[in-house]
Structure formats: C-alpha cells, structure tokens
C-alpha cells in the first residue's frame, strides 16, 4: 500500500523529476526494461491484474489464464511525458486500486479513497473488451 501512495503523490505533486510538468497535461509512460535507477518518474512492483494476465512475450495484455484470478504486473517504470508528446499507441487505461474491493469513501477530488491512478497497459483489443471482463489492477490482494 505504502507503493500506491507514493506513485499517487509523485502523480500529483510531480516532485523528484529532473523536469516539471503541469499535472493538467501530464501522462505516464510505461517503460518495462528496468536498468539502473531512473532519472525520471519511479520504478513500480507488486501490482496484480483481475480480470486479465500480462503477455509478458508479446508485452501486451492477454486473456486470463484458467483458474488464475490475478496475475502479478512485472516491474514497470512509470516515466512523466507530456500528454502532447506522447506516443499514440493501443492502450487501455485501467483503474489502479489499493484492494480488491474496489470501493471506498468519496474523497473531494470525487474519486474514492480506494482509487490510486489510471494506468495506461499496452493492448492490441479495444478498451470494451477489457472493460467488459473487469479488468484492473489492485496493490494488495485478500489475505
């Protein structure tokens, strides 16, 4: 959980890049080969998908595995990147959460207590398709 809060508040206050960016016109890029340190934006493990697995051959989402209702994310680098700049590539934007409840309290941002930050996965199928399987990432699973 510590995780989540910590690419929550980097998202909003963008602090401790090498750059700033106005949060208004900010976007994150998910970057999979891990090397050093990064300059920019911040190393992310332990996420797990529902709803859908990691292609980690084809670097795409795929459909879930039978039997298997989470799949761990392997370690992203969530890069800052203006949203003008980026890369148009098919994406779906899934909710991250910090449990599997998926619900929690309506803060004054209007989104809840339980929501973290949309990240944008690499998809070769529409957004509907994964929409309609209820696909999303959570930070802790039920113990």
């Known amino acids: 959980m510590v995780r989540a809060l910590r690419v929550s508040n980097e998202c909003r206050?963008?602090?401790?890049?090498?750059f700033t960016i106005m949060i208004d016109t900010a976007s994150w890029t998910l970057v999979l080969q891990i090397r050093k340190g990064p300059e920019d934006g911040v190393y992310v493990y332990g996420?797990?998908?529902?709803?859908?697995?990691?292609?980690?051959k084809r670097k795409v989402l795929g459909e879930s595995k039978p039997k298997l209702l989470y799949d761990a994310l392997p370690c992203v680098h969530l890069k800052p990147v203006e949203k003008s700049k980026k890369e148009q590539k098919p994406?779906?934007?899934?909710?991250?959460?910090k449990t599997t409840e998926r619900r929690g309290l309506l803060s004054t941002t209007g989104h809840s207590t339980n929501y973290v930050m949309a990240v944008?996965?690499?998809?070769?199928?529409?957004?509907?398709?994964?929409?309609?399987?209820?696909?999303?990432?959570?930070?802790?699973?039920?113990?």
């Open 120 to 143: 944008e996965l690499p998809s070769e199928l529409p957004q509907s398709h994964w929409i309609n399987r209820g696909c999303a990432l959570v930070c802790s699973l039920d113990d």
């Open 91 to 97: 994406i779906y934007v899934s909710p991250l959460y």
């Open 47 to 56: 996420p797990y998908l529902e709803g859908a697995c990691y292609d980690r």
């Open 13 to 18: 206050f963008a602090t401790g890049f090498s």
